[in-house]
T-cell receptor
Framework: EDQVTQSPEALRLQEGESSSLNCSYTVSGLRGLFWYRQDPGKGPEFLFTLYSAGEEKEKERLKATLTKKESFLHITAPKPEDSATYLCAVHHIRPLMAFYGGATNKLIFGTGTLLAVQP | GAGVSQSPSNKVTEKGKDVELRCDPISGHTALYWYRQSLGQGLEFLIYFQGNSAPDKSGLPSDRFSAERTGGSVSTLTIQRTQQEDSAVYLC???????????????FGNGTRLTVT
């Protein structure tokens, strides 16, 4: 079954304490992996898309990496304003459509990691 | 520019009543999605519209749920005979192209929080 699992469910860091969030996936034929940030009462805000193993993308204190089975969101020297829920989502190919190169039309989301950065 | 706009931001309704949730996507975006987010759950796909193609309704949980998109722009999600388990945040997202296209992420609105009493 297609699945996206994020860990840990919650993470509390001190300001400046670097760490990583994990997103592991079991889907047939990854076409793209997306990271989003969600603040309370808001919709998810797009951060990164990764398409192939070995790819890395950076934005300020965040760096996302991708392997064949998982993605990491590294947070370097976090600040309190980095506190949010971080969501991972995958876009994949339907098994029966793989021969025809048919991707699905939707993203499968994980349940997120709630990050709290204390001053 | 303006982002995805959803209304109302909050809706409280009694069990058994019908509700309509509205989504105004980003201008020019051809793809529109509805997702549902329940407490402690991941985002659950409901329905997808792409241009003039037939919508992908594979995520709608029951026949009480329906959605339409008029003129390739505004979309309305309708829930008939609401049940308490329908309580959730309903999120709308749009994209300039299909997500099969590179660099075409979803842009989300802030959602409608639906509470069924």
């Amino acid at each position: 079954e297609d699945q996206v699992t994020q860990s840990p469910e919650a993470l509390r860091l001190q300001e400046g304490e670097s760490s990583s969030l994990n997103c592991s996936y079991t889907v047939s034929g990854l076409r793209g992996l997306f990271w989003y940030r969600q603040d309370p009462g808001k919709g998810p805000e797009f951060l990164f898309t990764l398409y192939s193993a070995g790819e890395e993308k950076e934005k300020e204190r965040l760096k996302a990496t991708l392997t064949k089975k998982e993605s990491f969101l590294h947070i370097t020297a976090p600040k309190p304003e980095d506190s949010a829920t971080y969501l991972c989502a995958v876009h994949h190919i339907r098994p029966l459509m793989a021969f025809y190169g048919g991707a699905t039309n939707k993203l499968i989301f994980g349940t997120g990691t709630l990050l709290a950065v204390q001053p | 520019g303006a982002g995805v706009s959803q209304s109302p931001s909050n809706k409280v309704t009694e069990k058994g009543k019908d509700v309509e949730l509205r989504c105004d996507p980003i201008s020019g975006h051809t793809a529109l999605y509805w997702y549902r987010q329940s407490l402690g759950q991941g985002l659950e796909f409901l329905i997808y519209f792409q241009g003039n193609s037939a919508p992908d309704k594979s995520g709608l949980p029951s026949d009480r749920f329906s959605a339409e998109r008029t003129g390739g722009s505004v979309s309305t999600l309708t829930i008939q005979r609401t049940q308490q388990e329908d309580s959730a945040v309903y999120l709308c997202a749009s994209s300039p192209r299909t997500i099969s296209s590179y660099n075409s992420p979803l842009h989300f609105g802030n959602g409608t929080r639906l509470t069924v009493t």
